[in-house]
């Protein structure tokens, strides 16, 4: 009987490797002599498309065929334009994907206009960090502190609906009254920050990496008031105080925030268009947990000032999931702070 039992086992094992061979083979003739489109929703320059293209330099050696990879800004409304083009438009074979705003993902859930992707459906690749979000100003403004937000006001640039700059200090101004003036329009980070040495707006709500890059914040000319994550995170200054410390304490506050700062969990998200092959998301999934863990990509982050601290697509996939399972009186309160009067869509 044992000798049964192992000669079952070998076979099974034979039949599992021979089959798992296949699949990478076919994966290789896929790819082979093709070039894969990284579509970028953030205008050049800021932390964002850097990530972007780091990720297309190294990522191909670990993809089956060694595919070429071509980055490709296409931004607007706070990445809407590309994560709508992922969900309507762009090839389903694993050619093309993406790198969105982390809030983007929550729009749906929460009512948001004009968001044409079910970010269940999605193809979730990973993050290479988990940075996370901060709301600073020009030393010269008037607001100094958090608490100040509650009586003087702070005219911040944003770029669209769903996006960092905007959805945090929209959210804080309706939720706690506080005393933020959104200007939306810019193009990104980049744009907003240009307009803050202008002295055209004050302040910046925005992933603290993209910040840390700007001659403003090396200058030591910004002040940041708070960081809009549920914990605080070790690369932001320790001084930093989170936003949760702004609410009351009622558990109802409490979970109406976190249910809006959850969308750091998420990370940077790179992703794929809805319906992609199962085979082909776990190409995609394998070769970027893969180009996490490359000595030389780690490496030439590092010279680059970028912390690799990657999520893991299949743990952003179960991340939004439990979003999704947010209690119905919680999202219909944020949607209506927001803004969003037409109602969430259903969890």
């Known amino acids: 009987m044992k000798l049964v039992r192992f ?3 070998l076979a099974f094992a034979c039949s599992f490797l021979s089959g798992s061979h296949a699949l990478a083979q076919g994966e290789a003739e896929f790819y082979k002599g093709k070039s894969v489109s990284l579509l970028i929703g953030f205008g050049p320059g800021g932390a964002n498309d850097v990530w972007a293209r780091l990720l297309a330099r190294h990522m191909p ?7 070429g990879m071509t980055p490709q800004n296409m931004p607007g409304a706070g990445t809407l334009k590309l994560a709508n083009h992922l969900a309507t438009a762009a090839p389903r074979d694993g050619t093309v994907f993406g790198l969105i705003n982390r809030g983007i993902p929550l729009e749906p859930l929460l009512g948001g206009q004009n968001v044409l992707l079910d970010p269940q459906k999605m193809g979730w690749i990973g993050s290479p960090d988990k940075d996370t979000s901060v709301c600073a100003v020009r030393k010269d403004a008037k607001v100094k502190t958090m608490q ?12 669209g609906s769903g996006a960092d700059t905007a959805i945090y200090p929209e959210f804080l101004t309706e939720f706690l009254g506080m005393k933020f003036k959104t200007i939306k329009g810019y193009p990104g980070s980049n744009e907003i920050v240009m307009a803050m040495e202008r002295n055209e707006v004050q302040g910046i709500c925005v992933a603290f990496q993209s910040l840390a890059r700007t001659r403003l914040y090396t200058d030591s000319e910004l002040t940041i008031l708070f960081q809009a994550g549920l914990e605080k995170d070790p690369g932001v200054p320790p001084q930093v105080p989170l936003a949760t410390e702004l609410t009351a304490g009622s558990k109802e506050d409490t979970d109406a925030l976190r249910l809006v700062l959850a969308r750091t969990a998420l990370g940077r998200p790179f992703v794929a268009p809805p319906g992609l092959a199962p085979v082909r998301l776990a190409t995609l999934r394998r070769a970027f947990d893969a180009t996490m863990k490359d000595a030389a990509f780690v490496a030439e982050a590092e010279r680059l000032k970028l912390t690799v601290e990657p999520i893991a697509g299949d743990a952003i996939a179960r991340i939004l999931g439990e979003i999704y399972a947010t209690p119905p009186e919680v999202v219909r309160r944020v949607s209506r702070i927001l803004g969003h009067v037409s109602g969430p869509a259903a969890p």
């Open 7 to 9: 000669a079952l086992t």
């Open 61 to 67: 050696r670990h993809m089956p065929g060694e595919p």
């Open 148 to 159: 100040d937000l509650r009586t003087t006001e702070l005219a911040v640039g944003a770029t």
